[in-house]
């Protein structure tokens, strides 16, 4: 091996080290590995610049100003509380309607958004109700991973395998929307057996649940109308941004910056509610990867796997299933999406075979592998912390038991979904 893919190697394993160890933040630790691989001349500037992906960062950026400017419209806490008065207070359709709502909200906005708004209503309404609100969380945990799954901007992977594999909205629509559908259905069976069956509660808490005024939620009745057609306006515009002839962070930064304007909210508030740092820890990690796929690691490592599967495309969207759920599951996602990425692309040039079937697996093994653990998503960390605080811990062990063998049943759906789709 050259010296130049020695140091890409080293570079990237010691970058996974830091952020699975979190002794260093995951920014600093991508950044740093960047900046390492241009002191070494592994990379240029130029070349580093090259491998960012800017449509992944541009609907990152995008979504979260567009987030920034909804969410004080006082439009989640309303669809909260409106539902559970839907289901007239009961214990078991709240947890349903609102696991349901989690992973509807994650399949458009970022699933760690998702939970910080759904979470602390679930804490007051099972508060009223006076029952456990952990199995609750437990099942919004699940589902906003699932929910992610289903849509091109619902999950960071899915952002980066659509840009770089030329996948639209739509795409995502009509081949992991129906799996995650089918993995939902079955998941709010096992709830049902898990917790449905075990709570009860008084009719006079049902009856405080029912008292609550969903109208007091709204915090700016104008912002809220704005919201509402902005957000179907940005839905159209992602499924159709490819006969519009705009890319998709285009869309993202279009109602970013026209949400910015009519909503006439305080921007440097706005801009403050960016997660920067993630930003930051995505370009980062581009390079680090750049430096694998400049020295042509990459590329062997592309070849490798095609002579582990022999070429077979069945058996090779199998492996990268499962390895992506497992893997997953106690690693960050994205940089394991963003290290396959272009290994799949490897493989399509050397084999010249159609790799789309290895795109679904690859974003169904990844979104979906995050819920077997704890550490498997940033949702997961987020969600337990604030179950935390509030006096009901969810800790690494109690979540095992119940993430694990849900995502091993929801990869094995798809596992079944994807041999169905393309054998």
């Known amino acids: 091996m050259s010296p130049n893919e020695i140091i890409s190697i080293v570079i990237f394993l010691l970058v996974m080290v830091a952020i699975v160890s979190e002794?260093?933040?995951?920014?600093?630790?991508?950044?740093?590995?960047?900046?390492?691989?241009?002191?070494?001349?592994?990379?240029?500037?130029?070349?580093a610049i090259e491998h960012v992906d800017v449509n992944t960062i541009g609907v990152l950026v995008g979504m979260m100003l567009f987030v920034a400017v909804v969410k004080n419209s006082g439009l989640f806490e309303y669809i909260a509380i409106k539902?559970?008065?839907?289901?007239?207070?009961?214990?078991?359709?709240?947890?349903?309607?609102?696991?349901?709502?989690?992973?509807?909200?994650?399949?458009?906005?970022?699933?760690?958004?998702?939970?910080?708004?759904?979470?602390?209503?679930?804490?007051?309404?099972?508060?009223?109700?006076?029952?456990?609100?952990?199995?609750?969380?437990?099942?919004?945990?699940l589902a906003s991973n699932m929910g992610g799954t289903a849509t091109l901007i619902g999950d960071p992977p899915n952002i980066m395998i659509g840009s770089e594999a030329g996948l639209g909205f739509a795409d995502f629509i009509l081949n992991t929307a129906p799996a995650v559908v089918i993995i939902m259905a079955a998941s709010l069976l096992c709830f049902y057996l898990m917790f449905g069956r075990k709570l009860k509660v008084s009719d006079d808490a049902?009856?405080?649940?029912?008292?609550?005024?969903?109208?007091?939620?709204?915090?700016?009745?104008?912002?809220?109308?704005?919201?509402?057609?902005?957000?179907?306006?940005?839905?159209?515009?992602?499924?159709?941004?490819s006969s519009l002839g705009m890319e998709s962070c285009t869309i993202a930064l279009l109602a970013a910056v026209i949400m910015m304007i009519v909503g006439k909210q305080d921007v440097e508030d706005v801009i403050m509610g960016v997660e920067w740092s993630t930003i930051l820890f995505f370009i980062g990690l581009f390079v680090v990867v750049g430096g694998m796929e400049e020295t042509g690691v990459?590329?062997?490592?592309?070849?490798?796997?095609?002579?582990?599967?022999?070429?077979?495309?069945?058996?090779?969207?199998?492996?990268?299933?499962?390895?992506?759920?497992?893997?997953?599951?106690?690693?960050?996602n994205i940089p394991?999406?963003?290290?396959?990425?272009?290994?799949?692309?490897?493989?399509?040039?050397?084999?010249?075979?159609?790799?789309?079937?290895?795109?679904?697996?690859?974003?169904?093994?990844a979104c979906l592998g995050g819920n077997g653990t704890l550490i498997g998503a940033s949702a997961n960390v987020v969600l337990s912390g604030i179950s935390n605080k509030n006096g009901y811990p969810i800790t690494f062990?109690?979540?095992?038991?119940?993430?694990?063998?849900?995502?091993?049943?929801?990869?094995?759906?798809?596992?079944v979904y994807l041999l169905l789709r393309f054998a």
Request: hydrophobic share 60%.
């Open 206 to 241: 049902m009856q405080a649940v029912m008292e609550l005024d969903e109208n007091r939620a709204i915090k700016d009745k104008s912002l809220l109308i704005k919201s509402v057609v902005m957000i179907g306006l940005v839905v159209i515009g992602f499924m159709f941004h």
């Open 336 to 365: 394991f999406v963003a290290t396959l990425i272009p290994m799949i692309l490897a493989i399509q040039a050397e084999s010249g075979m159609d790799v789309t079937p290895l795109w679904w697996a690859l974003s169904l093994g």
């Open 23 to 47: 002794k260093v933040h995951r920014a600093a630790a991508s950044l740093a590995g960047a900046v390492i691989l241009l002191v070494t001349h592994v990379l240029t500037v130029d070349s």
């Open 83 to 141: 539902s559970a008065k839907l289901t007239h207070g009961k214990p078991w359709a709240i947890m349903a309607v609102f696991a349901i709502i989690t992973a509807a909200l994650s399949a458009f906005l970022d699933n760690v958004t998702t939970v910080l708004l759904v979470g602390p209503m679930t804490l007051a309404i099972t508060s009223i109700l006076k029952v456990n609100p952990v199995p609750f969380l437990l099942t919004q945990i």
């Open 298 to 332: 990459i590329d062997q490592l592309a070849t490798l796997l095609i002579g582990m599967t022999g070429g077979n495309m069945m058996l090779t969207m199998l492996i990268i299933l499962w390895v992506s759920a497992i893997v997953s599951s106690v690693l960050d």
């Open 397 to 415: 062990m109690s979540y095992l038991k119940v993430g694990f063998p849900m995502m091993i049943l929801s990869v094995a759906i798809s596992m």
